[in-house]
T-cell receptor, first 111, second 117 residues
Framework: DAKTTQPPSMDCAEGRAANLPCNHS???????VYWYRQIHSQGPQYIIH???NNETNEMASLIITEDRKSSTLILPHATLRDTAVYYC????????????FGKGTRLSVIA | GAVVSQHPSWVICKSGTSVKIECRSL??????MFWYRQFPKQSLMLMAT?????????EQGVEKDKFLINHASLTLSTLTVTSAHPEDSSFYIC?????????????FGQGTRLTVV
């Protein structure tokens, strides 16, 4: 699976949009971009994933660049409960392949 | 999304004893489950891949005789930490995917905090 690079930490004011970047310059054509987050002392929570088109669900939006070498996770109105470590992971759809976690971005939402 | 239930959520045990952690997929079948370990302020590290009806595949550096994995059914995998020692104290997390169903993403249990004293 391709490697990803994320900033170690970010701050965001409550109520504002949080934009979390991820670089994945070695992504291959059949690999998806997945985002998970981990709130302190809990298991990771799935947020969203995409291949090449932008995606949106009730939690977030995922913007993938046209060359697919980077993406941005957008939390449109961050709340204090969104404080967590956010992981960007690139992988194929094979069910037997585990997710490999990098260090992620620690997002702190500030009141 | 689908639900993965992990039990117990925390456990304290004496050094030298064994501890069993259960991971269940509640509303889907998982032919493959994954076990991770997470030390404080570190990311999740994959320990092993658990396959239903066959032996688990362990990552390099993970002792298979110490961390026994059983995946006897399509909805249950167990991790047994044998002869636990203080250095085994960690946050253990399981994950499962519905490889034959509607969900393509992996879902995680809530984790088990193991403290060995």
């Amino acid at each position: 699976d391709a490697k990803t690079t994320q900033p170690p930490s970010m701050d965001c004011a409550e109520g504002r949009a949080a934009n979390l970047p991820c670089n994945h310059s070695t992504i291959s054509g059949n690999e998806y971009v997945y985002w998970y987050r981990q709130i302190h002392s809990q298991g990771p929570q799935y947020i969203i994933h995409g291949l090449k088109n932008n995606e949106t669900n009730e939690m977030a939006s995922l913007i993938i660049t046209e060359d697919r070498k980077s993406s941005t996770l957008i939390l449109p109105h961050a709340t204090l409960r969104d404080t967590a470590v956010y992981y960007c992971i690139v992988r194929g759809l094979s069910g037997n392949t585990p997710l490999v976690f990098g260090k992620g971005t620690r997002l702190s939402v500030i009141a | 999304g689908a639900v993965v239930s992990q039990h117990p959520s925390w456990v304290i045990c004496k050094s030298g004893t064994s501890v069993k952690i259960e991971c269940r997929s509640l509303d889907f079948q998982a032919t493959t489950m994954f076990w991770y370990r997470q030390f404080p302020k570190q990311s999740l590290m994959l320990m092993a891949t658990s396959n239903e009806g066959s032996k688990a595949t362990y990552e390099q550096g993970v002792e298979k005789d110490k961390f026994l994995i059983n995946h006897a059914s399509l909805t249950l995998s167990t991790l047994t930490v044998t002869s636990a020692h203080p250095e085994d104290s960690s946050f253990y997390i399981c994950s499962a995917r519905d490889v034959q169903g509607k969900w393509t993403e992996a879902f995680f249990g809530q984790g088990t905090r193991l403290t060995v004293v």
